[in-house]
């Protein structure tokens, strides 16, 4: 529900029109939901060494997500954000042409909806790679709330079914991951899919689970 307003100056409402700065806003949102996660996940791991003996199956699936959650965040920060503001800075450098900057920055705002899968496929539906993305967050909602409230160092019998059934829904989310990529590999955002699996599946972990 976050919504950052903008004041724009002239001339700068050139660049900064309305539907601009509706794709920074959903942007952020995106950019903001990931680092919230991300922060959660350490507290809890935080919290946890203050336990002696925490249930080994729980020690594994937070070590996954805090993996998982970690390398999304590198790819969206440096392999998406820093990597497409230097190319815009150095085209903006090389030009006193107001256009040149118009379009540099259109191809910015442009390269950066597409390789964070915040692109629909022009139907209106929203990109299978975004949808993964906000199912494995929610996965790691689920188990941050129902870890706070396990003794971790003893589980019951259906405290254990719970942490079974969050390590099967991730397996599968990361399953589906894994197949989106062979599906969307010819599309635009496919090629930055393929960088993004290679952070989080360098091992192949999850993709010999298949």
Request: a positive charge; one cysteine or more.
């Amino acid at each position: 529900m976050i919504t950052l307003k903008y004041k724009v100056v002239w001339p700068l409402h050139l660049l900064f029109n309305p539907t601009a700065l509706n794709d920074y806003n959903t942007l952020f949102r995106f950019l903001l939901r990931v680092k919230k996660t991300q922060i959660d996940l350490w507290n809890l791991w935080s919290e946890h060494m203050q336990h002696k003996n925490i249930d080994i199956g729980v020690i594994q699936l937070r070590n996954n997500l805090v993996f998982i959650v970690d390398n999304l965040q590198y790819y969206l920060q440096v392999d998406v954000m820093e990597s497409q503001y230097t190319v815009m800075e150095a085209s903006m450098k090389n030009t006193r042409n107001f256009e040149d900057i118009q379009k540099a920055h259109s191809v910015f705002l442009a390269n950066v909806m597409s390789q964070t899968f915040l692109l629909g496929n022009g139907t209106g539906k929203k990109n299978p790679v975004n949808k993964l993305i906000h199912l494995l967050l929610r996965l790691c909602d689920d188990f941050i709330l129902q870890a706070s409230m396990w003794e971790v160092g003893n589980l019951l019998l259906t405290e254990k079914e719970e942490l079974e059934t969050l390590c099967e829904t991730l397996d599968s989310v990361m399953n589906w991951l894994t197949k989106t990529l062979n599906r969307v590999r010819a599309q635009p955002s496919g090629e930055h899919l393929a960088r993004l699996l290679l952070r989080l599946d360098f091992n192949r972990w999850f993709s010999k689970k298949v």
